[in-house]
Structure formats: structure tokens, C-alpha cells
């Protein structure tokens, strides 16, 4: 079988039972949480996917060709789909992107990063502001690569570090 433990645009190319076969992978991930796969070969084959599930993903599911897999998918495990494979089979998986806060270290446990998913998220701001670990949590989305944290003294925008120019920014917050 195929493991797949990277979500990005890709395709793998492989010869099984003498024939070509591939795997097109399709996504915004980690922008997005659907990742898209394609398959293409000239039979149909029996094969095991393999899907790293991250241990941030709570909830996530796997479709093939529009149908929900009824099986759960276990963070922080592997996801086996063995089945028999046509040319032109779906797979989508869906991986929510949840909010979570990541400490420094264990001595530091006040000491967060905010993540969405596995994108950590960073403060823009030349001083971090008092902000609690529940106002990190509640940060709403308000553009493709941004988010917003309300706090006491002013809204504090979140931004990924490739969405970052010339800005001073900070990735860890004090929580109260």
C-alpha cells in the first residue's frame, strides 16, 4: 500500500501488478482542512491508503467517492482504507482545523502559541497584551491567512508566519 503523512499538492507514481498507477493528491491544507486524492490506473487493483491522522485532528472523517467511511478516525493514528481501486476513485479527507494552545515547555504552561490545526498562528504586535487562554480559543477567522483575538485592551490580529512581511510579532502569549 500508499502511506500518506503529507498533505500537499502532489502526485506519487507507482508500478503494482506490472501496471501504472497514481495518486494525486489536491488541498490548501493547512489553510483548509479537505484534502483531495485522485486515483488513476488502468485496472482496477486491490491496495491498502494509508493516512497519517495528526493528534490535533478531533473529528476527523475520510469519504470515498462522496460516501463517508463509518469507521472513527483516531487522532494521532493511522487510517487504513484497503479496498479495491478504479480509475477516477475519490478520496477526501477532512482534517478540522481546531484552535489549540501549545506551551513553551512544562515548566512554562502559562506560556502558549495558538495554533489552528498544525499552523501556529502569531501575534502581530510590538507588545503582547494581556490576553487569557479563552480569548486565544475564541479567535474568529476574518481572512484566508488571518484571525482576530479580542482582548481587554484591543483586538490582536493572528497571522501565519508565511502571511508575515515587515512586521514585528511575537509567538508566544502569557496567559492568564
Do not use: C
Amino acid at each position: 500500500g500508499i502511506y500518506v503523512n503529507l498533505y500537499i499538492p502532489s502526485t506519487v507514481r507507482w508500478v503494482r501488478e506490472g501496471a501504472p498507477v497514481s495518486l494525486t493528491q489536491k488541498s490548501s491544507y493547512p489553510l483548509d482542512s479537505l484534502v483531495q486524492f485522485e486515483l488513476t490506473m488502468p485496472q482496477q487493483m486491490e491496495f491498502a491508503l494509508n493516512f497519517r491522522i495528526p493528534s490535533w485532528a478531533e473529528g476527523a472523517s475520510i469519504s470515498v467517492n462522496g460516501k463517508r467511511i463509518p469507521e472513527p478516525v483516531a487522532p494521532g493514528s493511522l487510517a487504513t482504507l484497503q479496498h479495491t481501486w478504479r480509475t477516477g476513485d475519490h478520496v477526501e479527507l477532512d482534517l478540522p482545523l481546531t484552535k489549540h494552545l501549545e506551551p513553551i515547555d512544562s515548566r512554562h504552561p502559562n506560556t502558549v502559541a495558538l495554533l489552528s490545526g498544525p499552523l501556529v498562528l502569531f501575534a502581530i504586535t510590538d507588545k503582547p497584551p494581556k490576553v487569557t487562554s479563552q480569548q486565544l480559543l475564541a479567535a474568529k477567522k476574518t481572512g484566508a491567512q488571518s484571525w482576530q483575538v479580542e482582548t481587554a485592551a484591543a483586538p490582536l490580529t493572528m497571522l501565519p508566519f508565511t502571511a508575515i512581511s515587515d512586521e514585528q510579532f511575537s509567538t508566544y502569549l502569557v496567559v492568564d
